[in-house]
């Protein structure tokens, strides 16, 4: 089973852009499986951010769709969040996973997920 | 929009039976998933599509689904149990992910 590791700044400023990579130990991304993204505010619930497939395509939360990025790079089998505009309700742990979906999408399990990283955004 | 509701606690004796549960319009048409999240840990997917196991989660997590209402039941609750549980589901595209707002299990 592979593993997930996110990494990247863990203070960003108001207004400015957070990014993040996944990056995958001990094997390779499935290329038949999506690079999830999902983050916990502090003391909160999950929230679904988004995802990336090996061909690129990738679909957003509506809710977070104006400001967020998620890209591959596919040399270096990692997945990247870009979210802009960024305010203290940004504030949470970012967690990537690796999905399977079977029946053309009706169903899913998860293979693996990252640890997490906190990510605060303050002055 | 589309929201998937769950009682904020529920506490149980060890021993016990827990039943977790989440409701939801559209969990009548698109499967449900649960995750048990410990302390400081990342979540773990204890039933995906309604009522399946995924390899490695313990005969004693088990899902249903009763029209916009699915369960997690944990028969003959532990210790290592407590945790908070997060039902989620998808939109009626069946393209994004919702989630519920977890119920904190103590046992």
């Known amino acids: 089973q592979v593993q997930l590791q996110e990494s990247g700044p863990g203070l960003v400023k108001p207004s400015g852009t957070l990014f993040l990579t996944c990056a995958v130990a001990?094997?390779?991304?499935?290329?038949?499986?999506?690079w999830t993204w999902v983050r916990q505010p502090p003391g909160g619930g999950l929230e679904w951010i988004g995802e990336?497939?090996?061909?690129?395509?990738?679909v957003y939360n509506p809710s977070l769709k104006s400001r967020v990025t998620i890209s591959l790079d596919k040399a270096n089998n990692q997945s990247s969040l870009r979210l802009a505009s960024v305010t203290a309700a940004d504030t949470a742990i970012y967690y990537c996973?690796?999905?399977?979906?079977?029946?053309?999408?009706?169903?899913?399990?998860?293979?693996?997920w990252g640890q997490g990283t906190l990510v605060t955004v303050s002055s | 929009s589309y929201e998937l509701t769950q009682a904020p606690s529920l506490s149980v004796a060890p021993g016990q039976t827990a039943r977790i549960t989440c409701s939801g319009d559209?969990?009548?048409?698109?499967?449900a998933y649960w995750y048990q999240q410990k302390a400081g840990q990342a979540p773990v997917l204890v039933i995906y599509?309604?009522?399946e196991r995924p390899s490695g989660i313990p005969e004693r997590f088990s899902g249903s689904s009763s029209g916009r209402t699915v369960t997690l039941t944990i028969s003959g609750v532990q210790a290592e149990d407590e945790a908070d549980y997060h039902c989620q589901s998808t939109d009626s595209s069946g393209t994004f992910w919702i989630f519920g707002g977890g119920t904190k299990l103590t046992v």
């Open positions: 559209g969990l009548s048409k698109q499967y």
């Open positions: 990336i497939y090996h061909s690129e395509s990738a």
């Open positions: 996973a690796s999905v399977h979906y079977y029946d053309s999408g009706a169903y899913f399990e998860i293979d693996s």
């Open positions: 001990g094997g390779s991304f499935a290329k038949t499986n999506w």
């Open positions: 599509k309604d009522k």
